[in-house]
């Protein structure tokens, strides 16, 4: 005898990643975009912290841009989350501690397809935050290249120019380039003269 068809929707998660300047915002706003003219119902976040462009628009370095829901924490996020939305996606998703891979993977069972779009990897070259957790949760996964600013090779790093501390460090171009795996060095490359003592 054969089970009923079950009721509830199928949900799924996506993880879009690579270096600073591959297009992965480029590339979540493309697919939040085909979701609208879906007519699906579609909510995007981002993290609070991120506010290099705009307050509540998620940006990409190429000025495309949409409105999003800034937030603060994965809980909040949670909290905020429209009862009907079918879609969700969730820009700098490597600024959020560890409790966003929970939130998502409870958001997919619940029948949400979540787009997630992040840095896979730190200035130091190593993993960023929840993205390798999550892009092992995925069911889709898509690695992006930049172009290396030193070489023109493909580019999967993101140098940092600027002596800071810390791995959260949100910059644009003046702060970081693209570089290949040739190219890149895991520190600084310049000295940040604008801070006190550099």
Same mark, same amino acid.
């Given at each position: 005898?054969?089970?009923?068809?079950?009721?509830?929707?199928?949900? $799924?998660?996506?993880?879009?990643?690579?270096?600073?300047?591959?297009?992965?915002?480029?590339?979540?706003?493309?697919?939040?975009?085909?979701?609208?003219?879906?007519?699906?119902?579609?909510?995007?976040?981002?993290?609070?912290?991120?506010?290099?462009?705009?307050?509540?628009?998620?940006?990409?370095?190429?000025?495309?841009?949409?409105?999003?829901?800034?937030?603060?924490?994965?809980?909040?996020?949670?909290?905020?989350?429209?009862?009907?939305?079918?879609?969700?996606?969730?820009?700098?998703?490597?600024?959020?501690?560890?409790?966003?891979?929970?939130?998502?993977?409870? @958001?997919?069972?619940?029948?949400?397809?979540?787009?997630?779009?992040?840095?896979?990897?730190? $200035?130091?070259?190593?993993?960023?935050?929840?993205?390798?957790?999550?892009?092992?949760?995925?069911?889709?996964?898509?690695?992006?290249?930049?172009?290396?600013?030193?070489?023109?090779?493909?580019?999967?790093?993101?140098?940092?120019?600027?002596?800071?501390?810390?791995? @959260?460090?949100?910059?644009?171009?003046?702060?970081?380039?693209?570089?290949?795996?040739?190219?890149?060095?895991?520190?600084?490359?310049?000295?940040?003269?604008?801070?006190?003592?550099?």
């Amino acid at each position: 005898m054969h089970s009923p068809p079950s009721q509830h929707r199928t949900g $799924w998660i996506e993880v879009v990643c690579g270096s600073m300047f591959s297009g992965k915002t480029e590339e979540l706003l493309r697919r939040i975009k085909r979701a609208r003219l879906a007519r699906q119902p579609v909510v995007l976040f981002k993290p609070r912290v991120d506010n290099r462009y705009d307050e509540v628009k998620v940006v990409s370095h190429e000025g495309l841009n949409a409105d999003a829901v800034p937030v603060a924490s994965a809980d909040e996020l949670l909290g905020r989350m429209p009862k009907e939305a079918m879609v969700v996606g969730i820009d700098e998703v490597q600024f959020f501690d560890g409790a966003i891979v929970g939130v998502v993977e409870a @958001l997919a069972s619940r029948g949400v397809r979540v787009i997630a779009a992040g840095l896979d990897q730190d $200035w130091r070259g190593q993993p960023f935050g929840p993205v390798p957790a999550l892009m092992a949760v995925a069911e889709y996964v898509t690695k992006l290249h930049a172009v290396c600013a030193r070489c023109g090779g493909a580019a999967t790093r993101s140098q940092r120019l600027v002596a800071t501390e810390g791995q @959260l460090f949100v910059g644009g171009a003046a702060e970081y380039e693209a570089r290949c795996r040739a190219c890149f060095v895991a520190e600084p490359t310049r000295v940040d003269v604008s801070r006190p003592g550099a």
